[in-house]
């Protein structure tokens, strides 16, 4: 509407359309902005502009793609509030009909003309303005013209953009492998250091390091998910044994069996201290439902484990981790007695 406003009514239409753009590409510089001026202590700077320049590029395809679907969604939306209101107001049924996803018309793989032809409305649109914008102001087609040419060609960039890739075989180097095993033993090192007796052998929801070590005693169903199932990653990167395994899963799951529950669900958070439940007390369909494909999928480690050897070639690949994650370790005990000596 304010870009119609802009090639139509409004003096200076360059001005209102560059003004307008610069507004909806503002979170995307501020987000590139943010990535490049916070560096992670574990990349070096090559790898830091090489990861952010990527990221550049897939937020900058992202909002040339918004830009593109802007029509579309403004009619999506509109007829949404249409249909919202009436059900709500005038009929009052149809109030809990949804589509998933999956069973989505456009879920197949299908063609260019199909494409055009689900998103008819906004070529019809385009070609509405257009005719506006001849008609009360035509200098402004100038201005409005890459816009209407981008509109116009939406229904193509989202069928490319929704082919699926064909990806290659990727062979990670030697370095690639130490990186992303010590990735893995760092992040298991939290649930290691964390979930312990005197928290009930319940995740927290996260550790802060900085500017003072403070450890949030509060979980969620999806914590309780995870947790779980990095136990069972544990064990199959070698970090932990079967029995070690079971003791983990064990503890944790008789802590979850003393929590309060509303009619079988787990509420959203809670005091892993006193497993009492935090309030607003309520009940997340979100998290109720990621600790049930956290459950079904610890449910087929489980099941596998007798058929598993009792010393595996995985222990193996974590002892030859040990010497670099001792440099890593001494890395990081150097960076927090620096990170401590900066406060005073």
Same mark, same amino acid.
């Given at each position: 509407?304010?870009?119609? %406003? ?10 209102? *359309? ?29 790898? +830091? ?29 509109? @007829?949404?509030?249409?249909? *919202?209101?009436?059900? &709500? =107001? ?12 999956? +069973? ?5 793989? =299908? ?6 032809? +689900? ?14 914008? !001849? ?12 816009? !209407? ?8 960039? #989202? ?21 992303? +095993? ?13 979930? $312990? ?15 003072? #070590? ?31 395994? =079971? /003791?983990?899963?064990?503890?944790? &799951? ?10 079988? @669900? ?23 439902? $990621?600790?049930?494909? @956290? ?16 010393? *595996?070639? #995985? ?8 010497? %670099?994650? /001792? ?8 960076? $927090?007695? %620096? ?6």
């Amino acid at each position: 509407m304010l870009f119609v %406003l802009g090639w139509t009514v409004l003096p200076f239409p360059w001005f209102w *359309t560059m003004a307008l753009i610069s507004i909806i590409i503002l979170p995307v510089l501020i987000a590139v902005g943010w990535k490049l001026v916070n560096k992670p202590k574990d990349l070096s700077m090559k790898a +830091h502009f090489s990861e952010v320049g990527l990221s550049t590029g897939d937020l900058m395809v992202r909002f040339i793609f918004e830009i593109a679907v802007l029509p579309f969604q403004a009619i999506l939306y509109t @007829h949404a509030v249409i249909i *919202t209101n009436w059900r &709500m =107001i005038v009929t009052g049924k149809k109030l809990l009909e949804w589509m998933p996803s999956g +069973h989505s018309p456009l879920k197949k793989q =299908i063609g260019l003309g199909a494409v055009y032809l +689900h998103m008819w409305l906004e070529s019809l649109l385009v070609l509405i303005i257009s005719l506006l914008i !001849l008609f009360m102001n035509p200098p402004s087609f100038y201005a409005a013209s890459p816009l !209407l040419l981008l509109w116009l060609l939406a229904p193509g960039l #989202a069928w490319k953009i929704s082919n699926p890739d064909k990806e290659a075989a990727v062979e990670l180097s030697e370095k690639q492998l130490e990186f992303l +095993h010590c990735t893995a033993r760092k992040t298991w090192s939290f649930f290691e250091e964390f979930v $312990n007796e005197d928290g009930n052998w319940l995740p927290p929801d996260n550790y802060q390091e900085h500017p003072i #070590a403070v450890v949030a005693y509060r979980t969620s169903p999806t914590n309780l998910g995870l947790n779980l199932l990095a136990n069972l990653s544990a064990y199959d990167f070698g970090y932990i044994t079967a029995d070690d395994l =079971i /003791y983990r899963c064990s503890n944790s &799951m008789m802590s979850m069996q003393k929590m309060e529950r509303y009619k079988g @669900h787990f509420y959203n958070w809670y005091d892993t201290l006193s497993l009492a439940p935090l309030y607003p007390r309520y009940v997340s369909s979100v998290d109720s439902g $990621n600790l049930a494909g @956290h459950l079904l999928t610890l449910r087929q480690g489980l099941l596998a484990l007798p058929d598993q050897p009792i010393f *595996t070639n #995985a222990i193996l690949k974590d002892y030859d981790q040990l010497p %670099l994650l /001792y440099v890593m370790l001494q890395k990081s005990i150097i960076s $927090n007695l %620096l990170n401590q000596f900066s406060l005073y």
